[in-house]
């Protein structure tokens, strides 16, 4: 089958679109408002950009009605987010934190989970999650939509300082992926962990391009 996803039905019972680009990782991210208010949601449209310096980007749709998600304005009142890596221990608390509820709310309190101080955001972190990124905000490019849900922002970010319990590093010195079990989105209601690893190398690779890979500076 083919369809131009602007004119066209795709004829199926569910839209495949967001099916396609997975498994995608969750940005659990919190953030706190000018009142001081907590927020904690979760965006499947989350990335790394680049290492050096470490960079990330999250796109958030507006709400039907047009008001932008309460994440977007904290990080570019306050200047800050922090990303919560989202495990399957903590799957039922990354779900409820995605209920759509005043903005006066404090989401932590409402998916029961432990604020955690950062260092350099004003904001919290949670407390239960193995892995945190506090990323100081940089822009937000806006692109219109087809509908008021459909434009959408992108936040651009740069890590400032990374948090990674002890115990989630292997006796490899790597994050012990395995382990921790970070859920990711597939579309639709569903959602994976990772349960098997394999490695790739380029044949015959330079130095540089193994640590490009490996996300070391030369």
């Not at 932008?68 to 904290?74: A, G, H, I, P, Q």
């Not at 209920?99 to 998916?111: N, Q």
Request: hydrophobic share 40%.
């Amino acid at each position: 089958m083919h369809y131009n996803p602007t004119t066209d039905r795709h004829g199926l019972k569910f839209n495949p679109f967001k099916s396609c680009t997975v498994p995608r990782p969750i940005g659990w991210l919190s953030s706190i408002s000018p009142e001081g208010v907590a927020n904690l949601a979760p965006y499947s449209q989350w990335q790394n950009l680049t290492f050096d310096p470490p960079m990330v980007m999250f796109a958030a749709n507006q709400y039907p009605d047009g008001r932008r998600k309460d994440t977007v304005l904290n990080a570019e009142r306050s200047g800050w987010f922090a990303w919560n890596m989202a495990t399957y221990d903590l799957r039922e608390a990354v779900n409820i934190s995605a209920s759509a509820v005043p903005s006066d709310i404090d989401e932590f309190a409402l998916a029961g989970v432990t604020k955690a101080a950062c260092i350099d955001a004003p904001c919290p972190r949670v407390a239960e999650s193995p892995i945190h990124f506090e990323c100081r905000y940089l822009s937000t490019h806006r692109l219109q939509g087809n509908s008021p849900e459909g434009t959408v922002d992108i936040v651009f970010a740069r890590v400032e300082r990374i948090h990674i319990k002890d115990d989630a590093i292997g006796a490899d010195g790597k994050i012990d992926v395995k382990k921790l079990r970070p859920i990711a989105r597939l579309g639709y209601y569903d959602y994976t962990v990772v349960n098997e690893i394999f490695e790739m190398r380029m044949p015959n690779a330079s130095a540089a391009e193994l640590a490009g890979l490996e996300g070391s500076p030369r």
